[in-house]
């Protein structure tokens, strides 16, 4: 369809020609058995594979006035690759089930596949999309799954294993996509709450990183397998917030964790409790050098009365953004 | 929780607490790493994995006043394990992403568990859900990736493979599904379109198979894996219609599939039409010995101008339940 009008709605197309029009523009796959069959068929470095799936909803999860069609996929792929990263495992290729209003336009979904290449192309070289679904939805819906392998004979990196003793480290960033939210928040919405289209030239340059690091994360996913490498003892990805993150590795563990606040830059609240930039967040033994990227947050300690700490006293605050918890059922 | 009241509407529960209240339904896994870390990892039979990812959403492919919670797990569930058999393949896990109007009741969310447990363990044992993602969303949508292994050294069972002189045959049901939707579409529906709950009394006892059999198939998974090992050419699952999948699967394999219309029952308008039964349509040599549970609905011709003939007939129908086309936007 290379001529096809961008605003034709996906309705007044076949699903044949909604899925070409996908296809051309995620290129060529490496699967052994790519789309257009049952199931595609995937050959690993060795017989284990890492498994995540994660959605993203029109509404909780973004706004149309904020978000483009090559932002969301950008941003679908991103938090998926970032949770086979978390593992320390190479992703090697995404599944996609897109639901989408029938008056949604072809040029739209165009963009959206362009952005999910974009993000593997950028973050995870060699993952593609290897297959996925269409259906027809009220409600904007991406649901992307992540395949993944790990390097022969190196166990997953877990939750669990952090050791009192251990040096915290992160790399990637924190804080930034929250600040992009309150920026969006405080001053892209209509009276009623509705989102409304970013203004690019009212943003200052460091604001304007911070919506894109709301609107489109880039997390270091080749990071994750490095950290493996480097003996990470723990990992997993700061999606919900470093407090809320960090607290849950602590649990997991059966340690408590103390941040640094010191290290977490000049806006170290947003730091602490902003989400949604899928950060890696791993521990080390003491000693060992970090791998590029990582820096130093923070220590393991002996578990105390509470998982998480910092500056050695308890941090209980929640942090993040929770769909569950924070959606306030307004759109755009 | 083993005392929260069914009602409960979701969003006034944690997400940690709904997540408990699921796991708990779902029973064990067998997965290396199971739910609660950033990703699964399973162990495979050999380095390649089988993965598929199909939808089911509130409207174009469900009613809630047709379906309990327990009926939509187990078709979602289906649907995927019957995509993984198709390939020759033997499911693993599923990944299951619900998305849920914050109103939602607990109760129904521990129905839908246990419908995706039951089908596992009725269809495919062995198989569980291995992980998944939780959010709000204004549109119940049930988005399942399967994942399989294939028996090392073997290929897996391609669309493309049927050759001429080949059988055709059938495992599983054929138009129960469309003649059950076709009940449900007639007659219990209010004058707006809209569903309205079955009274199973105003069934004849096949009209209530035919009900079930749409509102939870019961495709023969572990016939997907007994053909691959008999040898088959060719397979794919019938889930949008006996002719639409069939011409599918003649045209990927460069051959006319003839179909027999005398051996598809005294329906064999709705059992050439009907989609949704998730059967087994494979191909394989002449005077093979067919697996159990696979009949002979027909053979293969060298190629004619119609990759799909009845009786020698060129067949163009459409068939099958199409959301693309065939939603009307009509819920319940």
Known sequence: M??????????SLSEEAVLAHILQRLGPGQALVGPGDDAAVLRLADARVVVTTDTLIHG???RLAWSSGRDLGAKAAAVNLADVAAMGARPVALFVALAMPPETSIGFVGELASGLREACDELAPGCRVEGGDLT?????TIAVTAVGELDPGRAPVLRSGARPGDIVAICGDVGLAAAGLDILFDRF????GAAIAVDDAALSPSERVAVRGQLRPRPPIGSGTAAARAGATAMMDVSDGLVRDARRLGRASGVTVDLERSTLGPDSDRALRGGEDHALLATFAAGKVLPAGFRRIGSVKQAGL???TVDGRPERSAGGW???RDWDGAGG
Do not use: G, M, Q
């Not at 027809?136 to 904007?140: H, I």
């Open 136 to 140: 027809s939805s009220d409600t904007l």
């Open 306 to 308: 509470d998982p998480l």
């Open 2 to 11: 290379p001529d096809v009008d961008p605003a034709t709605p996906v309705n």
């Open 322 to 324: 929770d769909p569950y």
């Open 60 to 62: 909780p999860d973004f």
């Open 189 to 192: 919405r209509d009276e009623r």
